[in-house]
């Protein structure tokens, strides 16, 4: 055999957690077995929580009316200003030169890494994360360090943590409110206390990821952007996870730029923005009917999200071996594995689980090597039948390696 034609490091270090623990999965699957999958933050994966049919008629409508074409490399016109509209809901002045449509949230994140970040520039994260905060800064220059997350108040900012890690090389700070992998909401004042940080260093911005914020059980959350009257705040949001649909692949970022330093990296942003085309025409079309009409579906799938909340909660207070901090929004939990041997290795607990007991979970270390071990994430928005029998396998899978 040759030698293989060699990767770059960049990309054979890229790690995503919640994507690995598939493989065995899809093995088992093609055994023949049933997998019961609490892994994936995919709405549409488990039944009950369709696209709204308004949204999915536009999105198809768009394509029989011929918008097949490329689009502005901003984003649709319309589309610009319906989202400007509802981020000035939220507390802020927006304007649609602010809003810029991307291919998700990811697309944002990596057009905003690469428009920021320079050798040894830092990204101030939480720990856990959303793993793409941890894996792309790398591939432009820079580092990600994480700041923690209290794991027994909730999993709350530690904001003496974030100020003791914070220096002129920390060009963006991160929030994601409410929080992936653990729930956390954070409102007015955690919100403020993060800001007053950030004032103190002139090139550092904050980037708010508030794809969740219509999943916030505490009536608590707050828009980042509108609280701050100083700091540059990039917000990041999209159609993925509160309209319901993750697969259309469209998201936003929303410069807010109350002391107007943002115009460099507004134009490098631009440049890298019209260098990649454009996102999808059709799915903005069908995001657009999302934002645009009428939105009472919304509490009721919310609803029905909070319910599957409480039952998790109550599952998991019966079972021993088990702990969790109780979730603000979003739709995951962070649970805490108290068997000491489990403590030690959440990654062995997921693997054997599934060989197991055929449940998929994702082990907390792929959120944070660090500040999530001993912890899995699960993702409760499978019928409440299919989340009573994980939780009766776990709890039997946990007692039988007791003994
Ligand atoms: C915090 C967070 N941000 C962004 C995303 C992905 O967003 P998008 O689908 O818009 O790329 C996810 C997906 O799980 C997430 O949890």
Request: aromatic fraction near 8%; glycine fraction near 8%.
């Amino acid at each position: 055999m040759p030698d293989p034609i060699p990767v770059s490091s960049r990309a054979a270090s890229i790690e995503y957690a919640i994507r690995d623990v598939v493989v065995p999965a899809t093995r088992l699957e093609q055994q023949g077995h049933t997998i019961l999958k609490l892994n994936i933050g995919d709405p549409i994966a488990y039944p009950g929580l369709p696209t709204p049919s308004h949204m999915v008629e536009a999105y198809a409508a768009a394509l029989s009316n011929g918008h097949n074409g490329y689009s502005p490399s901003y984003g649709l016109p319309a589309l610009r200003q319906a989202i400007a509209e509802d981020e000035q809901r939220k507390g802020w002045s927006a304007n649609s030169d602010d809003i810029y449509v991307c291919h998700g949230v990811t697309e944002a994140l990596q057009l905003i890494f690469a428009a920021v970040l320079e050798q040894g520039s830092k990204v101030l994260a939480p720990g856990p994360h959303y793993p793409p905060y941890m894996a792309y800064p790398q591939m432009y220059g820079g580092q990600t360090i994480e700041y923690k997350l209290h794991s027994r108040d909730g999993w709350r900012p530690d904001f003496d943590d974030i100020a003791s890690k914070m220096d002129d090389d920390v060009r963006l700070l991160v929030l994601i409110n409410p929080n992936n992998p653990c729930g956390t909401v954070c409102g007015a004042d955690d919100v403020d206390r993060l800001l007053a940080i950030a004032e103190q260093y002139p090139n550092c911005i904050v980037v708010a990821d508030e794809i969740y914020d219509g999943l916030d059980f505490t009536n608590t959350h707050v828009s980042t952007a509108s609280r701050s009257t100083t700091v540059p705040v990039i917000a990041l949001n999209g159609v993925s996870k509160v309209y319901y649909a993750p697969g259309w692949r469209i998201g936003y970022m929303a410069l807010h730029d109350p002391t107007q330093r943002l115009s460099l990296v507004r134009d490098g942003l631009e440049r890298l923005l019209r260098s990649r085309l454009c996102a999808s025409t059709p799915a903005q079309l069908g995001y657009l009917a999302g934002l645009t009409g009428d939105r009472a579906w919304m509490d009721a799938y919310a609803s029905r999200v909070e319910e599957q909340r409480n039952h998790c909660l109550s599952r998991i207070s019966q079972i021993e071996g088990l702990e969790v901090e109780r979730p603000g929004g979003a739709f995951y939990m962070f649970i805490r594995l108290t068997d000491e041997r489990w403590a030690n290795d959440d990654k062995a607990f997921v693997l054997q689980l599934l060989e197991e007991e055929h449940v998929l979970l994702v082990h907390g270390s792929g959120f944070s090597p660090d500040l999530g071990k001993g912890h899995v994430r699960l993702v409760y928005l499978a019928d409440v039948d299919v989340l009573d029998e994980a939780f009766d396998r776990i709890d039997e899978f946990l007692q039988r390696h007791r003994k």
